[in-house]
């Protein structure tokens, strides 16, 4: 298992910075669940407006985030119990937009549908939803139902499309819609139901994961009194205004040349599930630096923005290698892997077979060999025996300890 990853002080920048400041002392949440989640809730609640545009993409607010930690101890639900009341302060129709239970792609629209005429009153007029789910683990065993559309309609939701089925004769539709997603899993439970699937279709790299735990105990609770609050509620009451006006959000120069030297190593792929966890890397680093730059009142994202965006990305980023390691998620490759770590000299092609006890296909050993080679895991030599046979020995590639 990697390490549990390092918090960058820079992410604490602006309202939301001082937001967990002002709670941290008093809790027992982990300061990333209150900053996450914080981030996420008011750029669901800015809705429609300020955007960044890139080709012929516009970038939102609306962010998702899952909270990985134990069960009873990781805080994420006291955690969010901070950021509800927060954004209920200052925006107190936000807080009836809040829902729960992700279960069906067609009941995620239903929230946001458009009228189905001009006699339909029922249709909601307020287009923002923030999906607070306590019991992700549940939404993971939906995905796997046959016929399920809910990966589709989150993804849909995340992009900013249009969101609609076609499997329903009179089918629903929804325009406009600004969705968030606040989730909250233990590690065990996201290892075992998310399914490869979801981390190749693009459902989960639409999530920042963010990895939570107790930060101090606290046998008596805290001692947070809502006046400590007032300038910060005030601050996200004039950024919602300002965020709320239809707008472009672009860098300013200094920022945009920093973009440019970072653009290329956010874009890399990585190998393995955690490279699949975080491939929409660039994507999510620009809409957090957009929300940084909107909770300033800014219509630049700033220098300052994007470093408090990239260091939250870091963190997500080794989050998600903390939960996955270097799993590449193909089980014969894995244990392959597994067994290389530990034979620094190599192995040769004998030694791969005896791994398996010879149960496993040539063909099979020579997939997986491929595999751990195209990852950069194993490299392969060729080396000469005294009596001058050529025996083939596969390197294992390890990353270096200091």
Not at 132 to 152: D, I, W, Y
Not at 175 to 189: L, N
Not at 335 to 357: H, I, M, N, Y
Request: charged letters at 25%.
């Amino acid at each position: 298992m990697s390490a549990w990853p390092t918090i960058d002080e820079a992410a604490f920048h602006g309202p939301a910075g001082e937001f967990v400041l002002r709670t941290e002392p008093h809790s027992e949440a982990h300061p990333m669940a209150l900053l996450a989640q914080f981030l996420v809730a008011f750029g669901c609640a800015c809705g429609r407006g300020a955007h960044y545009q890139v080709e012929a993409d516009r970038h939102y607010t609306n962010q998702f985030v899952v909270l990985v930690g134990p069960t009873a101890t990781g805080r994420k639900g006291s955690s969010w119990g901070h950021v509800r009341r927060l954004l209920a302060d200052a925006d107190s129709a936000f807080a009836r937009c809040l829902v729960g239970g992700l279960s069906s792609g067609e009941g995620l629209i239903a929230q946001v549908r458009d009228p189905a005429d001009e006699h339909d009153g029922q249709a909601p007029s307020d287009k923002r939803r923030l999906v607070v789910e306590p019991e992700f683990a549940q939404t993971l065993k939906v995905l796997a139902r046959e016929g399920n559309t809910l990966s589709a309609i989150v993804r849909q939701a995340w992009d900013g499309e249009p969101l609609q089925t076609i499997v329903r004769n009179d089918p629903l539709r929804a325009t406009g819609a600004s969705i968030g997603i606040v989730a909250h899993i233990t590690r065990d439970e996201l290892l075992r139901y998310l399914t490869a699937t979801e981390l190749a279709n693009g459902f989960a790299n639409r999530f920042l994961l963010i990895a939570v735990k107790r930060s101090k105990l606290l046998p008596f609770g805290g001692a947070l009194d809502g006046d400590r609050f007032t300038e910060v509620r005030d601050a996200i009451r004039l950024a919602l205004r300002f965020a709320q006006q239809h707008r472009p959000i672009t860098f300013d120069d200094d920022a945009r040349e920093r973009w440019i030297d970072t653009y290329e190593q956010l874009s890399t792929a990585r190998p393995g599930l955690a490279g699949a966890a975080t491939a929409r890397a660039e994507a999510h680093t620009v809409r957090l630096a957009l929300i940084y730059a909107l909770l300033d009142l800014s219509e630049r994202i700033r220098s300052e923005h994007l470093d408090a965006a990239l260091a939250l990305w870091r963190y997500s980023a080794a989050s998600a290698r903390w939960i996955f390691g270097d799993a590449l998620g193909d089980p014969t490759a894995d244990e392959l892997w597994s067994a290389a770590k530990e034979r620094p000299a190599g192995l040769t092609r004998t030694e791969v077979s005896e791994l398996f006890s010879r149960n496993k296909k040539r063909r099979e050993i020579e997939r997986a060999l491929s595999v751990l080679e195209d990852a950069g895991r194993l490299r392969r030599e060729t080396r000469h025996a005294d009596r001058g046979r050529a025996a083939e020995v596969w390197i294992p590639v390890l990353a270096p300890t200091a």
